[in-house]
């Protein structure tokens, strides 16, 4: 054996101890906006949302914040065991002796019909094919189908369905289910049958928690210690450490892939347990997880794993590619302050010694006790420990060497110099004669071309010729608070600060210098420790590792840079400056006082999946916008004072929810194609909106540079004031047209009014005037022809005697003709005949009438204008008509005097005849037709005849 383990095992213990490493796990608590830290059931929705069930309630998570509901929101309990999501999108929760509730569009309500206080905690739900969901009670089972909720009676009171836990389906008519005090029970819906499988029956657990049924139809069995699998009929049991028997209780099954199962047990954490080699490996407490009491797991979009847990919220886990190894896993203290890869193996420097581990195992102490302060490998390959009490070099071939006596923090060798740095001195040494000169703590010394570069935080210095100097370009004075450096090759550093990266060449003596802000890598906070592999520049801060491309920093000044993050607060304190190194086999190491912080890239889960968008919230001004009430058929539809808007984008995922980036832009605004720029700030404000059509829409990334390609839009139009639509003022001319016509109309109607009363006037004082005329003639020039008569009928002067008797009946006859007497003394209908047959006497028209007593119908004034109407209508016929014959009815119809004269008669074109200046009498018919209130319908053709045709209505 080589002569440095030789010494080792004589002088040291070997401590064997194998490493469990920490991992990196999350967990969400009330102080995160969870409601309860007593969880039970999770799931994940088909918006991606995740639902909890607790003892405070339910809450809904969407990466950042907690929508949580509780009795305060109509929740039927607090105390929620289960939790479900149907076909239509509803959320059931089933909770503990008040039932179950259902949440839809964050509405709850409590379906009711059954007495709910004596079926114990609502533990699981299943759906059917038709939609018919099946509920479990640790005491019965109920079903809710067609919005009724009813109880399965035979098997309500059948004790062997007693403390059921968990339910599946293993086809569309047989469900298992697991019981607390009966085993698993296999119920066949059609007909119903129950069958038992217990410890009496097949020899499995009578308390058995949780059930699953994979896709080669094998039953499998979360039970009490102990896994069981029925597979044809076989029971095959998995039973794990038997020390660790009464905490592998398995409350659930996960199929994380054809080969392996996640179980959540409550008192030993989770396990993945192999299908096909039967083998489970734990993770609990030892490993970092917040709580051994695990109850249900789930695997989201994203990859990432949550569990429920008691006490401890919910937890997320997604991969290992992140360790810690402290002193609860065999290191002498949490406090490392030094790790180097020598011989394969990693060596750690601590506060209390300094051990050898390979292959996760600690193989040798080989400094005990005493405090480490620097680990360096040599340019020999062997190895220089600086302690709090001297320097030793370590090498294969040699025994351990003591270089110096006394304390230093950082040692050093190169080109057979040692370097020792001390609290304020350097020392350096070379063969029998040393060097000293005082100086400030540093963190690192680095080799370039001819110098070496010292790192402090004060600044960078350049020792060359045993002379310790500024370094041009970098005064101390403008740049400083170093944390960390590394060498790219021999001509090449880089040296980081808080707030620059800084890449420092030097050849023939001359320094070239560039800088780069360090806020251009932003995800990385509070820098530590840089360290250069190749082409790959990793940078470390708090709770991020990044990996830079650094042949395009240095080359484009352009980042390409990836990733890592760790839990918040995964590391309870920060890594030490410039404590980055980088095995063999790629796996990154970081010291720190809580341990070694190790981070394999290859382990590293990155999030592929772009989130689910969504918009949480619309305020208008300051108010919920309610989509409902500005809905219409067309889209929603806001008033031209509705234009201060605030949209809260959403953008669901669960792995770096914290690092989400979103972009926007609202169409139909200015510019309004154009995306912003990327923005961490979820709220998005357009304030007193122009009148217009808009789209908003926003896109996000996950928190790992995948943004989603299809963006959210949410369309919405700000309607115009009424006073600037086109409607309106459509509206408005079409109202002043209709006045302008209105006022028009009514003025004509006005005129046409008058125009009738002065014709009806005319035509009463026409009568009048006739009555008059007549009257006189009849009293006076009648009288007096009549005395005329009687005298030369005494004379015997025949031809005077028949000149005055004919001027005497001239006269009666231009009487009759101004004012008809009969119509007086006989009545219209006599008048009327009277009429017809003196024209029928004194003509060659052969006339016929049927006339009604209408006598009583008519008043004075209306049978006069009846009268002068027809005689209207009979003088234009003899005059013009050439009739042969001719045909007058009078009749009643109805309320209706229904007048009719048909002659057969040359006719005439009635257009023609209104536009002639003989149409006066034409006219008269009309007016004295209103008058009557009656209609008047004159229908004549050439050759056929007129038809003249007076409808009057009886009241008139």
């Known amino acids: 054996m080589k002569l440095l383990k030789l010494v080792i095992c004589s002088l040291l213990f070997i401590t064997n101890c194998a490493i469990a490493q920490k991992y990196s796990f999350k967990n969400f608590t009330i102080e995160d906006g969870l409601v309860s830290n007593e969880t039970s059931d999770i799931f994940q929705d088909k918006k991606n949302r995740i639902w909890v069930t607790s003892t405070g309630g339910v809450s ?38 008040n039932g179950i509730s259902i949440i839809e569009n964050g509405r709850v309500r409590n379906p009711q019909g059954i007495d709910f206080s004596t079926l114990g905690s609502c533990n699981d739900f299943l759906e059917a094919a038709d939609g018919t969901i099946y509920i479990f009670f640790s005491k019965a089972i109920a079903t809710f189908k067609n919005e009724k909720l009813e109880l399965i009676e035979n098997l309500h009171n059948n004790e062997k369905i007693n403390s059921i836990e968990s339910a599946e389906w293993y086809d569309s008519n047989t469900i298992y289910m697991a019981s607390l005090s009966s085993g698993v029970l296999k119920w066949t819906l059609n007909p119903q049958k129950i069958e038992i499988f217990n410890n009496e029956t097949h020899g499995i657990n009578n308390i058995c928690y949780s059930i699953y049924v994979d896709k080669n139809k094998d039953v499998w069995v979360g039970a009490y210690g102990e896994l069981n699998r029925f597979s044809k009929g076989n029971l095959k049991k998995f039973s794990f450490d038997k020390e660790d028997f009464d905490k592998n209780r398995i409350y659930h099954i996960w199929e994380e892939n054809e080969n392996e199962f996640i179980l959540s047990t409550e008192g030993n954490g989770f396990g993945i347990f192999n299908k096909n080699t039967g083998k ?71 506060d209390n010694g300094l051990v050898a581990i390979k292959d996760g195992n600690v193989q040798n102490v080989l400094i005990d006790g005493r405090v480490v302060n620097n680990l360096s490998v040599t340019s020999e390959n062997n190895l220089l420990v600086a302690t709090d009490k001297n320097t030793v070099e370590f090498s294969e071939e040699q025994k351990p060497k003591i270089i110096d006596e006394g304390y230093f923090n950082l040692a050093y060798k190169d080109k057979g110099k040692y370097y020792l740095f001390g609290t304020n001195e350097i020392k350096i040494m070379e063969n029998d004669t040393f060097h000293k000169f005082r100086t400030g703590k540093a963190i690192a010394i680095n080799a370039l071309d001819d110098r070496y570069i010292l790192t402090k935080i004060s600044g960078l210095y350049q020792l060359h010729n045993n002379k310790l100097d500024t370094i041009p370009g970098l005064s101390p004075f403008e740049t400083s608070d170093f944390h960390s450096t590394d060498v790219i090759n021999k001509n090449e550093l880089l040296a980081g600060s808080e707030k620059e990266l800084f890449h420092i060449k030097l050849q023939n003596g001359i320094y070239k210098i560039r800088s780069f802000r360090m806020n251009r890598f932003s995800s990385l906070h509070h820098f530590r420790a ?55 086999d790629s796996t990154l190491l970081a010291t720190s006082v809580n341990g070694i912080l190790a981070f394999n890239e290859s382990s590293y889960k990155t999030n592929t999946q772009a989130p689910k968008l969504d918009i949480s919230e619309i305020l208008l001004f300051s108010e919920p916008l309610v989509d409902s009430i500005y809905k219409t058929k067309t889209g929603i539809r806001l008033p031209h004072q509705k234009n201060y808007l605030t949209f809260t984008m959403e953008a669901i995922t669960f792995t ?24 961490m700030d979820a709220q998005v404000v357009f304030s007193y909106l122009p009148p217009g059509n808009y789209t908003f829409e926003f896109t996000a990334d996950n928190g790992d540079g995948i943004w989603q390609e299809n963006p959210y839009t949410y369309s919405f139009v700000i309607d115009l004031p009424f006073w600037k639509t086109w409607e309106f003022w ?32 005319l035509i009463r004082a026409q009568e009048e005037e006739r009555t008059r005329v007549a009257r006189e003639l009849h009293d006076s020039v009648g009288q007096k022809l009549m005395l005329l008569t009687k005298k030369t009928k005494d004379t015997g002067n025949v031809e005077m005697e028949s000149l005055a008797g004919n001027t005497l009946e001239e006269l009666r006859s231009i009487s009759r003709g101004l004012h008809p007497a009969n119509l007086e003394k006989l009545g219209i209908s006599a008048a009327l005949r009277n009429m017809i047959d003196e024209i029928d006497a004194n003509t060659n028209i052969f006339f016929t009438h049927e006339i009604e007593q209408i006598d009583a119908l008519l008043s004075k004034e209306a049978s006069l204008h009846l009268y002068r109407i027809i005689q209207e209508v009979l003088s234009n016929m003899v005059k013009h008509a050439q009739a042969k014959s001719a045909m007058i009815r009078i009749q009643t119809t109805g309320n209706t005097i229904e007048t009719v004269i048909r002659d057969n008669g040359k006719g005439f074109v009635i257009s023609e005849k209104m536009k002639t200046s003989g149409s006066l009498g034409m006219n008269t018919l009309y007016e004295r037709a209103k008058i009557l209130n009656s209609k008047l319908d004159i229908k004549s053709q050439i050759n056929k005849g007129t038809t003249v045709k007076l409808t009057i209505p009886i009241s008139a």
């Open 530 to 584: 840089l360290r250069v592999v190749g082409n790959a520049l990793w940078l470390g801060g708090r709770d991020v590792i990044c990996k830079v491309d650094l042949k395009l920093l240095l080359e484009k000044d352009s980042v390409k840079i990836k990733y890592f993050k760790t839990a918040k607060n995964f590391l309870a304190n920060d890594i030490d400056f410039n404590s980055f190194t980088m095995t063999s």
């Open 280 to 350: 489970i490996k734990f993770y609990n407490e030892a490993q970092g997880l917040p709580s051994r009491y695990i109850y249900t797991s789930i695997k989201d979009t994203e990859g990432n794993h949550w569990f429920t847990s008691f006490g401890k919220g919910i937890i997320r886990f997604r991969d290992t590619a992140f360790k810690i190894y402290d002193e609860d896993h065999g290191l002498p203290s949490n406090s490392v302050t030094e790790l180097v890869e020598w011989k394969q193996d990693w060596l750690v420097g601590t």
């Open 730 to 761: 459509f509206s408005t001319l079409i109202l002043l047209g209709g006045c302008v016509f209105a006022v028009s109309y009514y003025r004509n109607k006005a005129l046409l009014r008058r125009s009738e009363a002065y014709s009806h006037g």
């Open 60 to 97: 809904c998570f969407n990466g950042k914040s907690f929508t949580n509901y509780s009795t305060k929101n109509g929740l039927a309990s607090n105390v929620a065991f289960s939790i479900f999501e149907d076909s239509k999108g509803r959320i059931w929760v089933g909770t503990l002796n």
């Open 656 to 679: 770096n929810p914290e690092n989400v980036h979103y972009k926007y832009r609202l169409k139909g605004l200015r510019e309004g194609d154009t995306w912003s720029q990327p923005t």
